[in-house]
């Protein structure tokens, strides 16, 4: 009696599943405490904000919901007026600071994963290309980058943002803040991609598997996508995972100037700006805790980016 095809399917896909768990990369994994504690803080702030309409007892960007009175109350103390308590205090506008760090962690995770894709994407094209096709593509190509590897990250972030922020109408600026801060970020970051994939590109294309490919008459397009990209994604993930974290810290020094993310849709970075106001002053919880989030985001994912590096690197195992 033979075996039909969803039971074949379900064999097939439990298969891939063991040979996953049993890899090198997942016994790596699971023998490292730093990843598991790393990969578990990443995880446990990413459900919090993409869940944070549930977990956020209020909702801190509502006008309805606020009350001044209860304004610069302290962690875990009861509003002296209202007799509310607040498990992390209140802003000098009355807001839950747990609140507004779930909503603020929702803008600056959303930026730092869509600015990590768009450079992976347009660094991994343009590094494919530079890499595949040589020549005059190829010196252009890492000239732009060489050029732009001579300004700090930051700046050139600051200058896309200022350059499109102007040419976009006043009445339009607070809705395509998040879009312009998005590809500025992006912009800025998308060298290390292409000079990586490209010096692999350079190095697969003589293997003799391109060589092959190019005499069955496959295409140079199908070429790049089909058979080099899949052997240079290795450390282009690693880069990935590394760039999350300084993508989220650019956003939240963007923020802290006073050039990324609006008012209206403030980030980690914006609620750290707002607290330095109040440090001074005796108000320590409107800073402390939101950079102590920002803190741990950005450590847990460069350890796990760390940990990725040497576990798909064969010589440092």
Known sequence: MTDSPNTVQAERARSRIA???????????????????????????????VFAP????????????????????????????????????????????????????RISLFVGFAAVAFALILGVTLGLIAGYVGGWI????????????????????????????????????NEVAIWVLIIAIGLSDWVQFARVVRGATLVEKSKEYVQAARLIGRSPFAIMMRHILPNVLSPVLVIATISLALAIIAEATLSFLG?????????????????????????????????????????????????LRDALNPRLR
């Open 259 to 307: 050039v990324g993310a609006p008012p209206t849709e403030p980030s980690l970075g914006t609620l750290i700006r707002i607290g330095q106001g109040f440090l001074f002053s005796g108000e320590w919880w409107i800073l402390f805790f939101p950079a102590g989030v920002l803190l741990a985001l950005a450590l847990a994912v460069n350890l796990l980016g760390d940990w």
């Open 19 to 49: 040979m996953a768990w049993d890899s090198d990369v997942a016994h790596s994994f699971r023998r490292s405490p730093v990843a598991l504690i790393s990969a578990a803080v990443t995880l446990l702030l990413i459900l919090s904000a």
């Open 54 to 105: 549930l977990i956020a007892p209020h909702d801190p960007f509502n006008p309805a919901t606020l009350n001044l009175m209860n304004g610069f109350t302290p962690p875990g103390q009861a509003n002296m007026f209202t007799g509310e308590t607040f498990l992390l205090g209140t802003d000098d506008q009355g807001r839950d600071v747990f609140s507004t760090i779930l909503y603020g962690l």
């Open 138 to 173: 190829d010196t252009v190509i890492m000239r732009i980058a060489d050029v732009q590897l001579t300004f700090p990250a930051i700046l050139v972030a600051m200058l896309i943002f200022g350059i499109a922020k102007g040419i976009t109408p006043p009445e339009y600026r």
